[in-house]
């Protein structure tokens, strides 16, 4: 593949089991394939079992092929620091052993640059207890792996399930990247309404939001992070006194999880990469979906068109028939 050519790249990480670093890259926008393989190692060709026995010097790993205009190298990166626990050399969580260690395999000198960054902001942050010993290593022949490996999160999903669990990653995400300094930042950063909104799935009042009857064109970003979610040519009126719309803009940046509060039987909406609570979403929508996300105003924030490109969003200008001119960073 010619990445200039294309506009696309290659981005490798080994970050222990394979089945777990599929899913927090996948489907998010700009990522075209994500395969789970073995690289680094002496061996052509390596087999799951060959990689277990320790002895070809292979890790396992998954290769990213994503557009960098769309989704740029730097929020991999971030995501790949959410999923590990860097500070260990002798495998991840409950997969024990050289071929499950933590690795960033760059493709060339502007990835080495940016991970080299990366890995000091994770050491200065002193997020974790202890030193970061996640290596940065030039990227060689990559081996997919047999198909039983491939989309295992989706394949065998109660298996999947189990393994996730049981393997204490998303405990330690959940004590690391949620921790009270991080509460104290958002409680900085946001007023008091978005905070129990979008940390402790509040409830603003209907007709009382700043949103519900907003009859400006623009986009609706995430009010944590700045993630594009809604845009105003999918809201319509509800008459519920909420702003509602038929879709998301990316489905890769939303999440839906059961929700059994207020003794109801309901389907929540969050951001996916901030994880912050939007909402809900029904089925009492128009034709032909009948889709209705109904949102709290104080999850979102608005961008009018005309703002859009000096902040970092210009690609969704075609949203309202407004011609793009040239290539604009996913990130604001």
């Not at 002798?90 to 940016?114: A, M």
Request: net charge negative; hydrophobic share 30%.
């Amino acid at each position: 593949m010619n990445e200039k050519d294309s506009g696309e790249q290659l981005a490798t990480f080994a970050g222990g089991c394979f089945w777990c670093m599929v899913k927090p890259f996948d489907e998010l926008p700009g990522i075209i394939s994500i395969i789970s393989g073995y690289t680094g190692g002496h061996t052509v060709n390596p087999t799951y079992e060959e990689v277990g026995t320790e002895t070809t010097g292979h890790v396992e790993a998954v290769q990213i092929t994503f557009q960098p205009d769309i989704f740029p190298y730097d929020r991999l990166l971030e995501i790949y620091w959410q999923q590990i626990d860097p500070t260990d050399n002798g495998g991840q969580f409950l997969d024990r052993g050289y071929s499950y260690r933590t690795v960033i395999f760059v493709h060339n000198e502007e990835q080495r640059v940016k991970a080299e960054v990366s890995k000091q902001a994770q050491k200065v942050s002193k997020r974790f207890k202890g030193p970061i010993v996640t290596e940065i290593m030039p990227a060689g022949p990559f081996y997919p792996a047999e198909e039983l490996h491939q989309n295992y999160y989706k394949t065998h999903l109660t298996n999947y399930k189990l393994y996730q669990k049981g393997s204490g990653r998303d405990e330690f995400t959940e004590q690391v990247w949620n921790n009270k300094e991080d509460k104290k930042r958002l409680r900085e950063q946001l007023s008091e309404l978005q905070y129990e909104i979008t940390q402790n799935k509040g409830m603003e009042p209907a007709f009382q939001n700043e949103y519900w009857d907003n009859k400006r064109e623009g986009l609706y970003v995430d009010v944590v992070n700045g993630d594009p979610l809604f845009s105003s040519k999918d809201q319509f009126d509800s008459g519920t006194g909420w702003p509602s719309f038929t879709k998301p803009i990316e489905e890769g940046l939303i999440r839906k999880e059961a929700d059994y509060s207020q003794g109801q039987v309901r389907t929540a909406v969050r951001s996916r990469l901030s994880q912050a609570y939007l909402g809900h979403v029904f089925y009492d929508g128009p034709e032909p979906t009948k889709l209705h996300y109904r949102i709290n105003s104080a999850s979102l924030r608005f961008i009018a068109k005309e703002e859009l490109e000096q902040r970092g969003l210009g690609r969704y200008l075609k949203l309202f028939d407004i011609p793009i001119n040239k290539k604009i960073s996913f990130e604001e």
